[in-house]
């Protein structure tokens, strides 16, 4: 269903940037933008996790490199990857002060997992643990490949409408102009499309690892206590990081109002805590 999923988003988005160059550039800002969605389309398979892993400032630790972060995070991920069936992923540091964490690779064999500064300050190692295993939880559902592709996309298309709005209608063919209304429209409507393409594969994800990392960890109670900090440490320490991002994390990285919430891409914390709390009374 994940392969269906991610082909189904491939072509969702290919479609938006045609529509995109259709509109800025005519036929030929059509034919631009079928090279920039076959070129999207392979970068965003093969390099997504590299992509994403760029984007978020992450720093690779191992036995030799922030070898102290290493030593207190690996050994409960190696505990956690033999208990799910999974290879050990390659594991990472963000220097950011507010707690976060996120999973991106394109299978299992090829996954990472990274942690903020402020997720390891702030935290115990049950919690620590609980956020691991959750994100371990998006491994083994494989929800990373669709949540990598559609990060490195949603920033594609935000980046190329916001180009075209200074760039575009500068053609005066008469058969082949572009509308300036329709690029405006572009660019207004390319971004909210990639919102709401985040928003619908997201949500239900975040339920699946939650009960995957309450499963394996043998309670919920780690995420849960977990959880309820990251919700209120979110709304008090603000993260440097791309909007075209903000679906991977376990929290939404942002406190935004207004109509920034309808395009939330994370189910409000009280609920996925409240389905957690009755994991732990069933």
């Known amino acids: 269903m994940n392969a269906i999923k991610t082909v189904l988003l491939l072509g969702l988005m290919s479609g938006i940037v045609l529509a995109a160059g259709q509109a800025f550039g005519g036929r030929r800002g059509l034919m631009m933008g079928l090279v920039m969605a076959v070129l999207m389309n392979v970068a965003s398979y093969f390099f997504s996790e590299k992509i994403a892993l760029m984007s978020s400032g992450a720093i690779r630790i191992s036995e030799t490199e922030n070898s102290e972060v290493f030593w207190r995070v690996q050994p409960m991920v190696k505990r956690l990857t033999e208990k799910m069936g999974l290879p050990m992923p390659k594991l990472w540091v963000i220097p950011e002060d507010a707690p976060n964490a996120f999973a991106t690779g394109r299978n299992p064999a090829h996954s990472s997992v990274a942690v903020t500064v402020g997720l390891l300050r702030l935290m115990n190692d049950d919690e620590i643990e609980g956020v691991v295993a959750h994100e371990l939880g998006h491994i083994r559902n494989r929800d990373i490949l669709i949540s990598s592709i559609a990060a490195t996309l949603a920033a594609a298309i935000t980046f190329a409408a916001r180009m075209a709005f200074f760039f575009g209608g500068s053609r005066h063919d008469d058969d082949d102009s572009p509308s300036p209304i329709a690029a405006i429209a572009m660019m207004i409507l390319a971004p909210v499309a990639a919102l709401l393409i985040q928003m619908a594969i997201s949500r239900t994800r975040e339920y699946g690892a939650d009960a995957a990392?309450?499963?394996?960890?043998?309670?919920?109670?780690?995420?849960?206590?977990?959880?309820?900090?990251?919700?209120?440490?979110?709304?008090?320490?603000?993260?440097?990081?791309?909007?075209?991002m903000s679906h991977m994390y376990i929290i939404k990285p942002f406190s935004g109002q207004s109509m920034m919430r309808l395009f939330s891409t994370h189910p409000a914390t009280e609920e996925r805590i409240a389905r957690l709390e009755r994991l732990r009374t069933a």
């Open 213 to 244: 990392a309450a499963k394996f960890t043998g309670s919920p109670s780690g995420l849960i206590s977990a959880l309820r900090k990251l919700e209120g440490y979110s709304r008090r320490i603000p993260m440097d990081a791309s909007p075209a």
